[in-house]
């Protein structure tokens, strides 16, 4: 790997998407999940980039929904999932887990990630970790395919990975998020600087993103289930981690 870490902006997209744009080398760039072709389009023309790869980490709309129109306009490869390949725009390379594509000088790792749908994919290139729809800052996604067990394994995954510093999730959830972790633990203390630095951010319009791995191992209920401080906090001591996955993502869901 390069010194010098890579420079990621993120390009707001519907109602709380980011496109997450990683300058590669000089004067190439790739986008993950772009849902919308305009405003990337856009961002790419202006900052006079040459797009190489799309990156896909899933197939629902709002993460592709742009990806075939930005292919054919800026020449780019798309890369998604292989077990998905009939679900997803058209791929000019179909990966699995443990695959590892080169893009320019970087080397991008592929890990699939099932719970939120059965084919999702993240993308680790050095520090940084693009986990679309599988992990939020303070949350993680709705399981629409896979089960609470598969998530949780996918999480723990994640979670095991050493050397993540920046993690680039694709929707602006934190605030929602955030109050969702100050019922289920409103006595933590630690939570005050976070709650105070995540208000200003959104209410000076900038984004709460990208999080860090050590600030999601910290306040994270998702990844926390085998926790047994967090676990005994929510009432639920003596249960396996799987089901204390699955019932506080019931909560969330209901929050
Ligand atoms: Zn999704």
């Not at 080169?102 to 699939?112: D, H, K, S, T």
């Amino acid at each position: 790997m390069p010194a010098t870490t890579p420079v990621v902006y993120p390009i707001p997209v519907g109602a709380d998407n980011y496109v997450w744009l990683m300058e590669t080398a000089a004067g190439d760039a790739v986008i993950f999940d772009p849902g919308d072709f305009a405003p990337v389009a856009d961002v790419l023309q202006r900052s006079r980039l040459n797009l190489t790869h799309i990156l896909i980490t899933h197939h629902h709309h709002d993460h592709t929904d742009g990806v075939t129109a930005l292919a054919r306009h800026f020449g780019a490869r798309v890369i998604g999932h292989a077990r998905d390949a009939g679900r997803l725009p058209p791929l000019d390379l179909a990966v699995g887990d443990g695959d590892a594509i080169p893009l320019g000088p970087l080397n991008c790792e592929v890990m699939a990630t099932p719970g939120h749908t059965l084919g999702h994919v993240v993308y680790r290139i050095g520090d940084a970790l693009f986990t679309g729809d599988t992990l939020f800052s303070l949350g993680c996604g709705r399981l629409f395919e896979g089960t609470a067990e598969m998530m949780w394994d996918s999480l723990r995954r994640l979670r095991a990975l050493s050397g993540i510093g920046r993690v680039f999730p694709a929707h602006e959830y934190t605030l929602a998020n955030l109050g969702f972790v100050l019922k289920l633990e409103p006595e933590r203390e630690d939570l005050a600087s976070l709650k105070w630095w995540v208000h200003e951010q959104i209410d000076q319009g900038k984004p709460t993103l990208p999080t860090t791995m050590e600030r999601e191992l910290q306040f994270n209920p998702f990844l926390r289930a085998d926790d047994p401080d967090f676990v005994q906090r929510i009432g639920m001591t003596g249960n396996t981690a799987v089901a204390v996955f699955a019932h506080v993502r019931t909560m969330r869901n209901h929050h």
